[in-house]
């Protein structure tokens, strides 16, 4: 095996455009939010019908995603298995944020459930967007 095709096989190099457009929205959505939750717990806590603590938290751990996002976009080469760690992850915070949204439910207003919804819709999209680019990337 050659260093090219070694290097095709273990990293984005060329093709990587929408992957890397994919993780920078990304960020930029999780930053968004995370701030959102991080700064305005309170105000948005009790229309939400969440803990002020729980958006803290979840606020906190998007903006150090978004971070870690916006570094691995900037790479001169994005590592395969980063990338596809990302799309993992973002699976799976679509699919737990909709099991949260079923079993908050009592406990979430009608305007927490949406919106816990619509970033979950919004999640599965930027995975879907990232996949994307990785296969076109190969």
Known sequence: MTAVSLARITSVRDGGRLLRLALRIDAAGSGTLGLAGVVAAT????????????????????????????????????????????????????????????????????????????QAAAVAVFADLQWLGLRRAR
């Open 43 to 118: 105000p948005l806590g009790d229309p939400l019908g969440m803990g002020t603590g729980a958006l803290r938290g979840t606020g906190a751990f998007l903006v150090g995603y978004a971070l870690v996002l916006v570094l691995l976009a900037a790479r001169p080469v994005v590592p395969r298995a980063a990338a596809w760690t990302v799309v993992a992850g973002n699976t799976a915070w679509a699919l737990g944020s909709i099991a949260a949204a079923v079993a908050g439910r009592d406990s979430f207003t009608a305007v927490g459930v949406a919106v816990v919804l619509a």
